[in-house]
């Protein structure tokens, strides 16, 4: 058996960048023999308290307690065959961790995000001093295979460590199947997120507003993954996301929408939200940056979107045309079967990690 050490700073189950990037892989890598274990700094009592505003005691205990984990782990790497570091082993800018573990064993390095900008959290702003813009790269350069979740990622990777993969993140297509339910003739349009990217959904209240106005009850909002969110105006209160209940929620959508400002730390962003729409059938609209005009073929299995206007065009036509939602999500599952599907990459993951080991 091959064994490997997964760090991330979460639980399994709790970022969706580990579960997608890493853990949905899990089952397959271990028929190939590879084992796995485990290690992460954020319990769950931790996570309200590292990512709220203040707490800074708290904070100070959680990064303390961090450390000398990190650093008794360090002593059991030779144990392993790889170690496998998902945006970073530490969370403060330092790659002296990160270093050690290296030393000792090969390390691959994973990335879907635009992470060398330093877009820190809300409730860690006042602590943003203590990253390191060039920690990423640094990353990249220490390690002995590099994933980026697209094209752009690669490219930045390439700069620094000429074994980076371009390894996109998929959705497991198995465990995708809408839900077919007993709903209403009204319209639902959704968006499925997180606390911190809600802010990218409000891109789309321009357009919504127009369509509520059109439409009026015939089509209704909904928001995944930030329950504290409300929008009196359109009526919308935000939903919790669990993984038991993700395909149930996310089926009660006839069209997914993914907005997104046009700027650099966008051009990192996966389309992981495209592609869950298009995984169920469902009609998706997403915003013209980065990645997405990678993944959707304008008008056959999605729409790609610049402006208010074209939101509006397109989430009209789609209202309108029942026949159009169900071809195009038709194709934009098979798109996502083909090419953005467990099922299609994993063979491409054991052969990176059998490369590596030779």
Sequence with gaps: MKKVLFMGLHRPDRSPSQRYRFEQFQPYLEQQGFEFDYF???????DQKFYGAG?????????????VKLFFKSFSAQQYDFVFVQREAFMLGTVFFEKLFARKTKM???????????NVSAGNRALGFLKDATKTQKLIAISDLVFAGNSFLADYAKQFNPNTKLVPTVVDTNNYHRIQSSKSDKICIGWSGSFSTVPYFEYALPALRQIKAKYGDLVYFKVIGDAHYYNKELNIKGIAWSSATEVAELSEIDIGIMPLPNDEWTKGKCAL???????????????DVGVNG????????????????????????LIE??????SMGKKG????IERYSVQSEQENYVRYFN????
Excluded: C, H
């Design 40 to 46: 992460y700094l954020i319990r769950a009592q931790d």
């Design 55 to 67: 707490n800074y005691l708290a904070k100070v205990g959680i990064l303390l307690r961090s450390v």
């Design 108 to 118: 691959v390095f994973d990335f879907d995000d635009s992470i060398w900008l330093q």
């Design 273 to 287: 939200k495209g592609l869950l729409y298009m995984s169920l059938g469902q009609a998706a609209v997403l915003s």
């Design 294 to 317: 990678e993944v959707v073929e304008d008008g056959v299995d999605g729409f790609l979107v610049k402006t208010t206007e074209d939101w509006v065009n397109k989430l009209s036509l």
């Design 321 to 326: 045309n029942p026949e159009l939602r169900q």
């Design 333 to 336: 599952r098979q798109t996502v």
């Design 355 to 358: 490369e590596l080991l030779r």
